[in-house]
């Protein structure tokens, strides 16, 4: 992302995993987010443009930004696991990164899904302080719900006109647990030309 960034090898279940670490260049570090990347099978890697968008909101507002390629994405070990072994990478993560301390996590689309998993394992005594989930794949995959205790400290956001995930599929996940959405009209699954404006939606909702 700069020349500030970092870039770590950390170990995986079944193997190494490629990390960046992008930091605030001035300030207190308020705490590390942690940023799930898209689907690994359709080209999805660290390096993805919402993802990179995620990290630059995270860093403008005060918190250490870790992406990190999921198993058998670029130098890390393994091969896809539909979404069980790519959650124990993102807590590999995690425990390695962040063993205590303020923690967010963010994903995109496929990454959104797994973040909703690893919340859960995480459980009530690890509550991230801010949990973002853009492009949520929830016509996918079995997306977890999210915990009651962390709906004010969540972020959704969906574009209106998203054909890889239907906007209508994840107000069907949402709608059960009251979780608002935030639409970006016009929106599509990438958003292209739109991105500045999901990053000032991130940033807002962090100093919200």
Not at 164 to 186: E, H, K
């Amino acid at each position: 992302m700069n020349q500030a960034t970092q870039t770590l090898t950390l170990q995986g279940e079944v193997g190494s995993l490629e990390v960046l670490m992008d930091s605030p260049s001035e300030g207190v570090v308020l705490g590390t987010a942690v940023i799930a990347h898209p689907h690994p099978l359709f080209g999805g890697t660290m390096h993805n443009k919402v993802v990179q968008t995620l990290a630059r909101a995270f860093v403008q507002c005060g918190w250490r930004a870790v992406r990190f390629n999921f198993r058998g994405v670029g130098a890390s070990a393994g091969t896809y696991d539909e979404g069980r072994g790519e959650a124990l990478d993102m807590q590999r993560v995690i425990e390695q990164l962040v063993p205590d301390g303020p923690v967010a996590l963010a994903g995109f689309s496929f990454g959104a899904f797994v973040t909703t998993h690893v919340v859960h394992a995480l459980g009530e005594m690890r509550l991230p302080r801010a949990l973002v989930l853009v492009g949520t794949a929830a016509s996918r995959f079995e997306v977890a719900p999210v915990p009651q205790a962390l709906h004010e400290r969540c972020l959704v956001v969906h574009g209106e006109q998203d054909d890889t995930v239907p906007l209508a599929s994840v107000m069907d996940w949402a709608r059960p647990q009251f979780l608002p959405i935030t639409v970006i009209p016009g929106g599509e699954h990438f958003f292209h030309g739109q991105l500045p404006l999901l990053k000032s939606l991130v940033i807002r909702h962090l100093k919200a």
